[in-house]
């Protein structure tokens, strides 16, 4: 199994909501990741988990807050957004190796965000 | 910082040809390179990965190839077809497993 799933594929919600996206992966992979991707642009990374522990955050507002709760499954949390963090969110796992280099990442199919 | 470019932006060609994107790094130190596919709408596919010690992976009618110390890569696509029109994404890995894309080639390929 080399599926990397996401849900919900679609989501809408105001400014003032509060809302979550899920990412699931039964690789065994112990690396997961938080890409954002904007209409017409490439992905821009977020945020990396490594072993369950948040490795690297590229600077991104606290309105975004991550979480994994097991090497399974990764969460999106998301408050007080605005109309500019529509994109499509992708999830990507990987191997988690030692060196945590040079790994396929493979990717989830996103979550594509409307926020109004 | 790690900039990556894709030539070209976008591509149209007819049923049947053999075409080339491109993918320029300008830093060499990286782990690996990986090219992608994504359908409008739609997650990234991966096709091939290409580790830094190596020059090129082939997998059915894609080849791609790395040349490391000039910072480039390409993706030949041989006959192609209507199935193969969607977006290539490549990306390279730096440390951490980072990935940094390129801009993309969409790529039409007419019946």
């Known amino acids: 199994d080399t599926e990397v799933t996401q849900t919900p594929k679609h989501l809408v919600m105001g400014m003032t909501n509060k809302k979550s996206l899920k990412c699931e992966q039964h690789m065994g992979h112990r690396a997961m990741y938080w890409y954002k991707q904007k209409a017409k642009k490439p992905p821009e990374l977020m945020f990396v988990y490594s072993y369950e522990k948040l490795s690297i955050n590229e600077s991104v507002p606290s309105r975004f807050s991550p979480e994994c709760p097991n090497s399974s499954l990764l969460n999106l949390h998301l408050h007080a957004l605005q109309p500019e963090d529509s994109a499509l969110y992708l999830c990507?796992?990987?191997?988690?190796?030692?060196?945590?280099?040079?790994?396929?990442?493979?990717f989830g199919p996103g979550t594509r965000l409307l926020v109004l | 910082k790690q900039e990556v470019t894709q030539i070209p932006a976008a591509l149209s060609v007819p049923e049947g040809e053999n075409l080339v994107l491109n993918c320029s790094f300008t830093?060499?130190?990286?782990?690996?390179l990986q090219w992608f596919r994504q359908d409008p709408g739609k997650g990234l596919t991966s096709l091939l990965l290409i580790q830094s010690s190596q020059r090129e992976q082939t997998s059915g009618r894609l080849n791609a190839s790395l040349d490391k110390s000039s910072g480039r890569s390409t993706l030949y696509i041989a006959a192609s077809q209507p199935g193969d029109s969607a977006t290539y994404l490549c990306a390279v890995s730096g440390a951490g497993n980072m990935l940094t894309f390129g801009g993309g080639t969409r790529l039409m390929v007419k019946p």
């Open positions: 830093d060499s130190a990286i782990y690996n």
């Open positions: 990507a796992s990987s191997l988690g190796g030692p060196s945590g280099s040079g790994e396929t990442q493979y």
